[in-house]
Nanobody, 127 residues
Framework: QVQLVESGGGLVQTGGSLRLSCAASGRTFSSYAMGWFRQAPGKEREFVAA????????IYADALKGRFTISRDNAKNTVYLQMNSLKPEDTAVYFC????????????????????WGQGTQVTVSS
């Protein structure tokens, strides 16, 4: 079992930055890949970014490359999402998730297929 708890959401103005954190517990953190997703009101959940178990490999939704950065600290059992140049359309509930896939984690997470999910944290970007 893996428990995931997101934090760091809040209200920010257009152009501002936020860093989300996701603290994991349970299974050995360095044994699984992690991803971030978001869901805006009335829309489906969408993939944002993912990082391999080691942190060496990262993948992003094409539309978010350059503004968002995913990273992880295995010593702290935490994955981060740094969000810069925020826009009102970034307003959503942001979720972290864990994938136990050893080789196909990137494909799985891009398809929003994860083994464990957090409860989400609200990010609101005002215009």
């Amino acid at each position: 079992q893996v428990q995931l708890v997101e934090s760091g959401g809040g209200l920010v103005q257009t152009g501002g930055s936020l860093r989300l954190s996701c603290a994991a517990s349970g299974r050995t953190f360095s044994s699984y890949a992690m991803g971030w997703f978001r869901q805006a009101p009335g829309k489906e959940r969408e993939f944002v970014a993912a990082v391999s178990w080691s942190g060496d490999v990262t993948i992003y939704a094409d539309a978010l490359k350059g503004r968002f950065t995913i990273s992880r600290d295995n010593a702290k059992n935490t994955v981060y999402l740094q969000m810069n140049s925020l826009k009102p359309e970034d307003t959503a509930v942001y979720f972290c998730a864990a994938s136990l896939q050893t080789t196909a984690w990137g494909i799985a997470l891009r398809r929003s297929q994860a083994d464990y999910w957090g409860q989400g944290t609200q990010v609101t970007v005002s215009s």
